[in-house]
């Protein structure tokens, strides 16, 4: 009876972890196509998993679908779509707490900054600037936190009065460390975002950071989708 009590655990256990798995599986897939709908791709469904089926059969992975719908969402802007997912998760222990809550926290507050400057509306500020005390709050005990905590506050630093050419080095130098490290994904979030502020603050010469994220997410992080939405948007750039 133990053998087979424990038996079942671990099938239990197998089960379940595959269940979490599917959703960031599908993701990779989902990036790694070329040719399709912007918006098709940020529905988790393909060769891995069907996004509804999954839910029906186990809604405890409703979490991670959605984390990883809103990843995805951000990357193609979907930006309102992604901060309502990310209201969503904001209840959600396992999202806010696990070792998802770094790169939740990072998500949730990149897409508030991103929201603000197309609407100007102050709540956007506030989510970004509590997204930054909670990954200062998880800094303290993982260092792991530090490039998400630097992206967020080269963001924050682009809202003061600081000119182009200091902004242009905090870009740079966090765009260095992740290469170094083979932070790819994150490298490509970096080159993108030095590419956004810059442009903001009237440095129309920042082309470079746009080639570099596109390198970074397609040749180094193999996201195919995101490097051939980028060719699109930014023609004739890339």
Known sequence: YARAKDLCSDQLHQFSS??????TMQLVINLQKRDEDWKDLTVLSGAIMDEGEGLKKNGQALWIINFCKMYI???FEFYEEAYG??????????????????????LRGITAYRLYHSTCKPKYIRTARKC????KKHHSACPNATPYLRLLEIEELSMSRCDADTLEVACTEIIDILAEEGLSNLEGFANEQAYKILKRHGRFDSNKYLKQAA????????????????????????
Not at 18 to 23: A, D, H, K, L, N
Not at 132 to 135: E, V
Request: net charge positive; glycine share 6%; with cysteine.
């Open 132 to 135: 930054i005390k909670s990954l």
């Open 18 to 23: 595959y269940v979490f798995i599917q959703p």
């Open 73 to 75: 969402q951000h990357l």
């Open 215 to 238: 390198h970074a997410y397609g040749n180094k992080w193999g996201a195919l989708a995101k490097y051939e939405w980028m060719r699109y948007i930014h023609q004739p750039i890339l």
């Open 85 to 106: 997912i990310s209201r969503g998760l904001c209840d959600d222990s396992l999202a806010t707490e696990s070792y998802f809550a770094l790169p939740f926290h990072f």
